[in-house]
């Protein structure tokens, strides 16, 4: 299973790290909250450029 938040979110929510984490496995892969404490996990990071009109 996979999930992604854009990077923006965790700025914009203000959660800690752990919070962030646990999120993502329960919303956006539907794996327990702890999920990510396991061994058998696989985490990616990346940047984002946010563009916007004014």
């Known amino acids: 299973r ?3 938040f854009l990077p923006q979110v965790a700025e914009e929510t203000g959660w800690s790290k752990e919070e962030f984490l646990s999120n993502l496995c329960m919303y956006k892969a539907g ?3 702890d ?3 396991k061994g058998d ?3 990616y ?3 984002a450029e946010v563009f ?3």
């Open 45 to 47: 990071t990346f940047q």
């Open 31 to 33: 794996l327990p909250p």
């Open 35 to 37: 999920a990510w404490k």
């Open 52 to 54: 916007s009109e004014e």
């Open 41 to 43: 996990i696989e985490i």
């Open 2 to 4: 996979q999930g992604v």
